[in-house]
């Protein structure tokens, strides 16, 4: 009777992982497919590829803003560096990039992770980067400091802490500190960098990133 019970959990379990492996590729699903008819039959390779969660999603024309039609722009909101592990291929390989610039983490923290988890993931990616993209360069966008989510700012500095001293050993490998030109006076980030919900950049706050990542985008 045991080894039927054991069999019942088992099967439960098995039955339960497959689901939920099911709903995560059809949650990116849209996203990826959106991708792929935006990318036609043949997608611009050896260009600057922008990728990460919404901050990235919403950056409307960062083609235009930096004057380079080689940036494409592969953002899908409410994503986190799990995601860029899990579609690597379809998100980042199949572009061959030159550069590829990565907002990632914020999510992360935001549903309870650790920065040790963070950072960890962070370094997967990175790793896997490295061994299939070895001549392209990574550039990290430091987790935002957000009105919305100023609760979870330490755990947010202490990734973005443990990040930028990886990647200072890395060859090719850049981190970006947008965290520190974004904070005000009084020790927050200035309400102008943000739309209404204080979490999403507004122009203002992306006219900012742009006037940071231009030197790194050429």
């Known amino acids: 009777m045991r080894n039927f019970h054991n069999f019942i959990l088992v099967f439960v379990i098995f039955i339960a992982y497959n689901s939920f492996s099911q709903e995560y590729v059809n949650h990116w699903k849209k996203n990826i497919d959106a991708f792929n008819t935006l990318n036609g039959d043949s997608p611009l390779q050896g260009g600057i590829l922008f990728t990460g969660s919404s901050s990235i999603r919403f950056w409307e024309n960062p083609a235009k803003d930096f004057n380079n039609l080689q940036i494409i722009n592969r953002g899908f909101g409410g994503s986190q560096l799990i995601d860029l592990i899990e579609n690597f291929d379809q998100i980042i390989l199949q572009y061959q990039p030159k550069k590829i610039v990565i907002y990632s983490g914020d999510n992360d923290v935001q549903i309870g992770k650790s920065a040790e988890l963070v950072y960890g993931d962070f370094c997967t990616l990175f790793g896997m980067i490295r061994a299939k993209l070895p001549n392209t360069q990574v550039y990290y ?39 520190s030109p974004m904070i005000g006076k009084n020790g927050k980030p200035c309400k102008k960098w943000f739309v209404e919900d204080e979490l999403h950049l507004s122009k203002k706050g992306y006219k900012l990133w742009t006037e940071i990542l231009e030197p790194y985008i050429k």
């Open 141 to 179: 966008i430091a987790i935002k400091p957000s009105l919305n989510r100023w609760g979870k700012v330490l755990e947010m500095k202490k990734a973005n802490t443990m990040i930028n001293e990886y990647l200072n050993k890395q060859s090719k490998g850049f981190f970006i500190d947008i965290f």
